[in-house]
């Protein structure tokens, strides 16, 4: 695709922050930028009203961040069309309109993006969808609230619903770093408590979470793994076998010989 021209992105922003307080003439001119900035020659664009759910119109990401962070902006000026915005961007079930929803949603402080973005679960099968929805729509309520986010990941966590629990897992990577979160056992208590098996994004997102932990600590880490291996967790193995690499020379010693000791059970049984 050739270079974007950066001028004519520019205006095109500019108008469509002047739409921002009207939602469906924002849908419009938003889907009307993004048309004119897809891939055609990869994913020709067809007319809104045929679009697939979740489908990508292959827009390149800074033509995307600059209309993520023009609306944003008037999302801050004006934040009694925050709501209507993004659930005009979101329903157009694009992965492009659904960031740009996540973007505008990024200027809330309250507890109420985490209900609008639960109850759109299902939606998050995309991943890119799902890392904008823990890194843009709640950044906002993460830094004013930390103690209320933390809170809601233990809640998302628990639910039977792999949706949910891959969001609380992509929420808890995101929160690792939190003053919150200082005292570890707490994160080890709610992954334990995780159901399991865990499947698709859940498993992608388990994983880095236990990456991250490592890295932090990864002595705790491993007297978790360890009980997980006890408990016979279904997929622990693979899981272990893929932390194992980063682990230090002692512990990494410690989670082979536990698996090599599970395996030697398993023949004898």
Request: hydrophobic fraction near 45%; include cysteine; aromatic fraction near 4%.
């Amino acid at each position: 695709m050739p270079a974007v021209d950066l001028a004519r992105l520019a205006r095109e922003v500019n108008r469509l922050e002047q739409a921002f307080g009207a939602p469906a003439d924002l849908l419009r001119a938003t889907l009307d930028v993004l048309d004119f900035y897809a891939e055609r020659a990869r994913r020709p664009m067809a007319s809104a009203a045929s679009l697939e759910r979740g489908r990508s119109l292959d827009v390149p990401a800074p033509v995307v961040r600059a209309i993520g962070a023009g609306l944003q902006k008037q999302a801050s000026l004006h934040p009694e069309g925050c709501l209507p915005a993004a659930d005009a961007l979101w329903e157009a079930r694009t992965r492009e309109t659904q960031v740009l929803a996540c973007w505008v949603l990024g200027v809330r402080t309250q507890a109420d993006v985490a209900s609008w973005l639960e109850r759109r679960a299902q939606d998050l099968d995309d991943p890119v969808v799902l890392r904008a929805a823990v890194d843009r729509a709640m950044q906002g309520w993460r830094q004013a609230e930390a103690k209320a986010y933390v809170d809601q990941i233990d809640r998302w966590l628990g639910s039977p619903r792999s949706a949910l629990q891959a969001f609380g897992l992509r929420a808890l990577e995101a929160a690792l770093d939190l003053p919150e979160l200082d005292d570890l056992q707490r994160v080890y208590r709610a992954l334990a408590r995780l159901p399991r098996p865990v499947r698709g994004e859940a498993r992608q997102a388990l994983a880095a979470v236990l990456a991250g932990l490592t890295q932090r600590s990864p002595g705790e880490t491993t007297r978790f793994l360890l009980e997980e291996i006890e408990r016979e967790v279904p997929g622990i193995e693979r899981m272990v076998r893929s932390l194992a690499p980063a682990m230090p020379p002692t512990q990494r010693e410690r989670l082979t010989a536990a698996l090599a000791a599970r395996a030697a059970g398993k023949g004898g049984a």
